[in-house]
């Protein structure tokens, strides 16, 4: 075989280990994931609705990868986003499914039509109008999430917590409610609750990978 050809051919197959270690749909949640915040197997495996062994199968293909990365916490092993640069990853396929598959496309309208969506200028206006006090931002995913990374401006009130915390929230200005991204239906949930209390309320669909593949955002991986 030309030596240019084994080059080349052995070039292609490690890139594409990559693309194999997310080419599958709970991968690409548990990426989604721990784009939020370090977990163990455990917590990994409750959210996305599997066992723990499956899940273990599942982050050690990703590991593999040098997707993930893992640290030890006490008697824990936790799960991390090997690079910053897998959100971005994470976000990119899914914009780019988005855009090109009817399919999803249609389910994400069933989706949209069924909320209040925020639906700004840019994240420029979002912060703008957090930073003057002219709309309050929540972030309703649970408290380490938040600890770990959030968006500018934005208060912590996970979603278990919301009804008994409604004195915290303003009656006369705009509440916008963002959890893990378009695919995270809390935030969603939060929404609801709020708009049935009385309140104006609006779901922002992006989460915090978006911020961070936009750049507008900084994450450290394995930083807590």
Not at 119 to 148: F, T, W
Request: aromatic share 6%; charged share 30%; proline share 4%.
């Amino acid at each position: 075989m030309d030596t240019n050809r084994e080059v080349k051919d052995a070039l292609f197959d490690q890139v594409a280990r990559i693309a194999k270690a997310v080419a599958n749909p709970k991968r690409l949640e548990l990426i989604e994931l721990l784009c939020q915040a370090p977990k163990p197997v455990d917590t990994l495996a409750q959210e996305t609705g599997i066992s723990i062994k499956l899940a273990s199968a599942h982050l050690k293909e990703l590991r593999t990868s040098r997707v993930v990365d893992t640290e030890r916490r006490g008697k824990q092993i936790f799960y991390r986003i090997a690079s910053t640069e897998i959100p971005r990853l994470w976000v990119l396929l899914r914009t780019l499914a988005e855009d090109r598959l009817f399919e999803l496309q249609d389910a994400l309208r069933h989706i949209s039509g069924a909320m209040h969506e925020w639906h700004g200028k840019d994240r420029v206006e979002l912060m703008r109008k957090a930073r003057n006090g002219e709309i309050v931002v929540i972030d309703v995913r649970p408290g380490s999430e938040y600890a770990q990374a959030h968006l500018p401006f934005a208060r912590s009130i996970p979603l278990p917590e919301l009804r008994t915390r409604l004195a915290e929230l303003p009656q006369d200005k705009t509440i916008v409610a963002y959890c893990r991204g378009p695919y995270c239906l809390m935030s969603g949930d939060a929404v609801e609750l709020l708009r049935a209390q009385g309140y104006s309320a609006l779901k922002l669909r992006d989460g915090v990978a978006e911020w961070v593949a936009a750049g507008v955002l900084e994450l450290a991986a394995g930083e807590v």
